[in-house]
């Protein structure tokens, strides 16, 4: 067996076979089905602990890495992710209930959105979350209110926009001055929302939050938000009165798709992130808070691979080679969406000469469903053999849809050779589960 790529237990047998932890993904399509998200948990856990030493290698630091669920939340996933001791990132009433019901410990859980509903607000409020991260005045009104009528209290941090346009797509960036989320700081706003917040009588400011785009390569968006939020801090401090016991620097650390991208160990983000938090508290003579962070993609992003069975080919000569799979924009929106590219091989024929070039179409009915514009594949692969697109980890399953009525794939874990379903594949029923017919329904099917 050869190594191929660069993720995790990827392997490549000697007829051509490719390996996720210790099996082989076309036992695997066999089993399931396809499409299939596999998701290498030994490579989840491998982020995980480079996430953690990367931090632990700084004495004396407080801190703590709260896993953006948004980039793939399940029960079992939550599971794992409570066992590996991180705290929990979550934005929505659907979130927080996954998180619940896995067991997370609700200390552990930090609620993000720049719309939460009442309703979220409390059942947030009911399970005695960690901290939510107030995103305008409308919520910190509210939130003060609802725990007022409760005698509650509720430790806060303030989103704030630094000001930062982080280098990746305009679609996922977050951090600039015009963005829908959190308050703004050039304009006065965040000083306005944190007056407001230290005089709310059951609301706990711990601290701040900046969270500037996803996918970043570098570290200066990082730092350069980090100095920003803490000159603003320094003022708080002095006229005010705030004292800053969290900074909250947000996910975004970049993966790779393909070749192109190169993303920076994650030791060198943390560095820059630790070192730029300690050398401006220094400069300011602030105690140095406890540093959060939320890492979403770089926690499952890589440890994902998806598997298509190829169909229809149609070739224009002089134009274009399309191969068709069983999935596309459904289970992945990404390329629609942002552009995103991926590199993908043929699993059953990943020793053979890559001599054809291909755009691989998703099944849907849009012009735009094209997972991959241009791969090159042997020339021999074909109707029935299996595609499998690498780092679909994140942002994958947490994004599908239901467009054409196409029903969602299973998920499965792999570890040492065993495969555990954590998500089933959806049934023709399942997708009309919700509907509410006018009349009775055909006897026939
Ligand atoms: C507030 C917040 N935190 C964390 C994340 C996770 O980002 P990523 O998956 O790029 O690490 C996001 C998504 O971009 C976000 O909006
Ligand atoms: N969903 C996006 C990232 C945005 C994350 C949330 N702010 C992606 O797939 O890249």
Redesign the pocket.
Known sequence: MGRIAVFGTQEINRDGHLYIGGIDTNDLAGEFGTPLYVYDTALIKDKINQFKKAFDKHEGLNWQIAYAS?AFSTLAMIQLVNEQGLSLDVVSGGELFTALKAGMDPERIHFHGNNKSESELAMALDARIGAVIVDNRDELELLERMCTERDQQIAILLRVTPGIEAHTHEF?M?GQDDSKFGFNLANGTAQQAVKQALQAAHLQLIGIHAHIG??IFETNGFTGAIRVMLKHVNQWTRELGFALNVLNVGGGFGIRYTEKDRPLPITSYIDAIVETAEEECARYRLPMPALWIEPGRSIVGEAGTSLYTVGAAKTIPGIRNYLSIDGGMADNI?PSL?QAEYQAICANRALEPKTNKVAIAGKCCESGDILIKELMLPETCSSGDLLAVFSTG??GYS?ASHYNRIANPAVVFVENGEATLVVRRESYEDLIRCDVPLKNLSPNI
């Open positions: 948004k996922i977050t996803s996918q990404r942002y994140a942002y994004m």
